[in-house]
């Protein structure tokens, strides 16, 4: 009998321990990825599983929009993610809602500390002195360029930042009108150009970012030093949107209001583009497009560039298990982030950026990160710098770079929206 | 025996229950709570603020909303009249004994089944300024390129024509089943006293077909002011606004902004507008004497 008890607890710790044994603790991780990077990354979780036994991380992917609402339902249900992808200027909006951990122990924790990552990446994670997010890389806008078209123009592609003046020069030698013309010759046709100098955005958002670049170039933030009201000074806000105004309409050498200006220039319509690294895929799938990248030009006074970073945040209301494995997830994939180099992104933390210098195409985003600007990190960044159809910051980028029309109204009508939504 | 008449009587109610409850659980549940929504300040995670009418008075002082409300009715004065003549005129096409008319309804009625988000990406690529197929058939009868959208003035007539596309198909085969409803015999008669094609169509089909004219009217004018799909993946609502809807609005406001309550308020509107509609159908189809 005592024998017969005996195998009996035996058995049911054995049957027991294999349960549990076979029970991996699931670690469920949301990234807006949806591109090429979003195979990128599930190539590092999946590394990540088959080194980490105990753990499954269980990566999601959808487009941004949507992740947050999402995020927001189930987190009011109390189902969040362990581990969620955002911007760093998402970081201060989800922080206000009490939605993440604080994780400035952890990090210090994990060893890290500022003068390993990109400064922008790193000062992106912060809302009110407190750090919410580890930073993952940095995406900017570059120039990218056509060889081809480069050589053909006689142009040797810039080795790193150039000024305003010699970008103006190049992009007015790559405009060629049908009769072989270029926008600073007598009879230039500008309602028959056949190959453009440079494709720029001016139907999205990224209008706005362009001319955002443009204003820090000169020194100036966008909003007031309390980060309640817009608080630039107008003149430099009009010089910028001028110089890029005078790109389509003075000088004729971008495309007006070009739906896809990716797609004119993998066709070769166009011999630039001034885009971010996601495009880096899009670019490396065209066959015969030989090309290559170089800063954006530095117009003004400083180099600046817009730019933003992915950083990785340990939603609130989890339990410790789940906490302290999110936190050697995320410490393991930044210290193994020089493959997430492979999606075009440039990573933040220091020494997982060399490789990228392996990479082809990364020159000129290496070269720009430390001129990272982001837009402010403010709580009501969602409708401040939304990129929806309403936003007054899209409305005021189709108004100047599509219609062409007089700056200053249009910049003080921005300002006013700006500052009522603040207001709200 | 009465008794068990009872039970007998409520069998039907038994095959209805699973209905019922998704329908209260998913839709009238939430519906409900959406009026209580959009009386308060609330960003899906903080505290609901109560504020009344608020939102509502706000809506009606916001130039966007406004915009919104105007570009709807404009976008459904651009389809419904297409739509509904189209359709009907593409019904008695296909009703005629010709040859080919089956291959033709199928061809007709087929975009109907395409997903609208797909509908989107195909009339993205055909209206392309550049690279576009409708621009370079335009371009050979030498009229110069359209920015149709990213153009203001073209952008809605833009997506107008390819909700046309989508969606004739639908209200075709409504008219189908109207005209085939209508006995020969009253065509024969009027043919035998005389009448021309157009008084057989003006004095017999049309008043025959009135119970489903109304409802297509009616249907089409609630999906036209619910459009969403198209203007979404086409345009995002831009040029400068020029093809913002209601229904896009709402979907900007609760799901980019966070604002549930101020979305719920214009949910709230659309569906005091299609209520109105409704209503007015049944109006309609009650003093045809088509409702009993």
Known sequence: ?424 | MNGKKRSYRMVPYLFLLPYLFAFITFRFGPSIAGFFVSLTRWNIVGQAKFVGFRNFIDLFQDPNFIKSLINTLYFMLLTVPALVIGGLMIAMLVDQPLRGRTATRTFVFMPYVIMSTVVGVIWLWIFDAQYGILNYYIGLLGIRPIAWLSNVNWAMPAVAIATIWWTIGFNMILFLAGLQDIPNELKEAARIDGASSWQTFWNITLPLLRPTTIIVVMLTLINTFQVFAQVYVMTGGGPEMATLTVVQYMYVQSFQYYRLGYGSAISYIVFVFLVGLILLERGLLKKSGDLD
């Open chain 1, 1 to 424: 009998m005592k024998f017969k008890s005996v195998l009996f607890v035996a058995i049911a710790i054995l049957i027991l321990g294999t349960f549990s044994m076979a029970q991996p603790l699931r670690l469920v991780f949301w990234g807006g990825w949806t591109g090429p990077d979003g195979n990128v990354m599930r190539q590092l979780v999946s590394e990540y599983n088959s080194t980490h036994p105990n753990v499954v991380v269980s990566l999601t992917t959808m487009q941004w929009t949507p992740l947050f609402t999402k995020f927001l339902v189930s987190s009011r249900g109390g189902q969040s993610p362990n581990i969620l992808a955002m911007h760093g200027p998402d970081v201060p909006e989800f922080a206000s809602y009490g939605l993440l951990t604080p994780i400035g122990n952890i990090i210090k924790g994990a060893g890290f500390e500022a003068s390993q990552f990109a400064p922008a990446a790193w000062n992106g994670t912060f809302y009110k002195g407190k750090q919410y997010a580890f930073p993952l890389d940095l995406h900017m806008n570059a120039i990218y360029y056509n060889q081809k078209l480069f050589e053909k123009a006689g142009i040797t592609p810039p080795k790193g930042w150039i000024t305003g003046k010699e970008f103006l020069d190049m992009a007015i030698k790559l405009t060629v009108d049908k009769n072989g013309k270029h926008p600073n010759q007598a009879g230039f046709d500008p309602n028959n150009v056949v190959q453009y100098g440079i494709a720029l955005y001016s139907l999205n958002w990224h209008g706005f970012l362009q001319w955002y670049e443009l204003l820090r170039q000169q020194g100036y933030n966008f909003l007031n030093s309390s980060m309640n009201e817009v608080g630039y000074p107008l003149n430099a806000g009009q010089k910028a949107w001028s110089w890029l105004q005078d790109l389509f309409f003075k000088y004729h050498v971008a495309p007006v209001g070009a739906n896809s200006p990716l797609k004119d220039f993998l066709i070769g319509k166009t011999a630039m583009l001034e885009d971010g690294p996601w495009e880096m895929p899009a670019m490396e799938a065209q066959k015969g497009l030989k090309w290559s990248t170089f800063p954006v030009p530095q117009v003004f006074k400083y180099k600046a560039v817009w730019g933003s970073g992915h950083v990785l945040t340990i939603p609130v209301r989890q339990d410790k298990e789940h906490m302290k494995a999110a936190e050697e997830f995320v410490t393991w994939l930044l210290k193994h982030s020089d493959k997430w180099a492979l999606s075009g992104n440039i990573p933040a933390y220091n020494s997982s950026r060399k490789f990228a210098y392996s990479l082809p195409g990364r020159a000129g985003f290496l070269a720009e990160a430390s001129y990272v600007a982001m837009l402010p990190r403010i709580p009501k960044e969602s409708q401040v710098f939304s990129s929806a159809s309403v936003s007054p910051i899209v409305v005021a980028g189709q108004n100047i770079l599509v219609r062409d029309k007089t700056i200053l109204p249009v910049m003080k009508w921005m300002n006013e929206q700006i500052n009522a939504i603040f207001n709200r």
